[in-house]
C-alpha cells in the first residue's frame, strides 16, 4: 500500500502536467489566432469577385458603397479624408465623432495646434463637408436624458 506523500506527490504531478498541457494550448490559441487585419484580408477575400488577396493595388477597393479599407462611406471628398486623416489614426475614431462643421473646424484647429497636423488648405472643406454630409450629429445619444424625475430623500 502507498503512503499518502506518495499519492499526493502523484496527485501534485499529475496537476502540473495537465496546467502545462492547458497552457500550451493556450498559448497556440492566441498567439496564432489571425491578426484584426488579416481577418479584414479575409472578409475582403470573400467579398471580391475573384477571391483574390488583397494588394496594394486593392488597397484603395470601394466594395457596396464601402471603402474597403476604412469602412469610409463611399462619397465626395472619401479619398481626401482617407489621405489626411487615416494617416495617423484608425477612420473608426473619425466616424464615431459625429459632429457639425464648427466642431470639426474646431477639432482640426486642436489637431494642428497640438497633434502637429499639417494645414489642409483646400482640403479641410472638403473634409468637414464629407464628414458632416456622410457622418451628421445623431439627434439623440446612448440614452434620453432624464426628465421628470421625482426625487427622495434615501433615509440613513
Known amino acids: 500500500m502507498k503512503n499518502n506523500n506518495q499519492k499526493s506527490g502523484k496527485t501534485f504531478y499529475s496537476f502540473i502536467v495537465a ?27 470573400d467579398t471580391l469577385e475573384n477571391k483574390k488577396t488583397l494588394t496594394s493595388d486593392d488597397a484603395n477597393a470601394i466594395i457596396d458603397g464601402i ?17 489626411n486623416c487615416t494617416t495617423c489614426h484608425s477612420a473608426k475614431l473619425v466616424t464615431q465623432n459625429r459632429m457639425g462643421k464648427a466642431q470639426w473646424k474646431a477639432t482640426i484647429r486642436w489637431m494642428q495646434e497640438k497633434q502637429g497636423l ?32 421625482v426625487w427622495y430623500k434615501l433615509e440613513e
Open 118 to 149: 499639417w494645414p489642409l488648405g483646400a482640403n479641410e472643406e472638403i473634409i468637414i463637408n464629407y464628414l458632416t454630409t456622410n457622418y451628421p450629429v445623431l439627434e439623440k445619444g446612448r440614452r434620453q436624458a432624464l426628465t421628470n424625475i
Open 67 to 83: 471603402h474597403i479599407r476604412t469602412g469610409l462611406l463611399e462619397a465626395e471628398g472619401l479619398m481626401t479624408v482617407v489621405n
Open 19 to 45: 496546467f502545462l498541457l492547458v497552457f500550451a494550448i493556450c498559448a497556440v490559441y492566441f498567439f496564432y489566432l489571425e491578426t484584426p487585419s488579416e481577418s479584414m484580408d479575409n472578409v475582403i477575400d
